[in-house]
């Protein structure tokens, strides 16, 4: 079992930053490919950004790319989502996941292939 907890939401202004922690413990988190979702107001939960084990492949949905990295340390069991430039619509909920298959496979399946998830932390970004 794995248990995962996010921090580092909360209200910014648009083009501001944030940076999302992903605090892992159980099983280490270097045994899974790791990601983030998030899920609007009114909408599905939807791939934000995967890294593999090594953190050697990385991949994410075309709305965040140039803005949003990945990154993990698998020595502090923790992932991080650095959010640059941020829109309004990226206001969601940010689901921090864990997966035993890859993280190629994270997102192109999305959530079908998620072993554990966290329970999320809200960014809101004001216009």
């Known amino acids: 079992q794995v248990q995962l907890v996010e921090s580092g939401g909360g209200l910014v202004q648009a083009g501001g930053s944030l940076r999302l922690s992903c605090a892992a413990s159980?099983?280490?988190?270097?045994?899974?490919?790791m990601g983030w979702f998030r899920q609007g107001p009114g909408k599905e939960r939807e791939f934000v950004a995967a890294?593999?084990?090594?953190?050697?492949?990385?991949y994410y949905t075309d709305s965040v790319k140039g803005r949003f990295t990945i990154s993990r340390d698998n020595a502090k069991n923790t992932g991080i989502l650095q959010m640059n430039n941020l829109k309004p619509e990226d206001t969601a909920v940010y689901y921090c996941a864990a997966t035993s298959s890859t993280a190629q496979a994270m997102s192109i399946t999305g959530m079908s292939g998620i072993n554990y998830w966290g329970k999320g932390t809200l960014v809101t970004v004001s216009s």
């Open positions: 890294i593999s084990r090594s953190g050697g492949s990385i």
């Open positions: 159980g099983r280490t988190l270097g045994a899974y490919a």
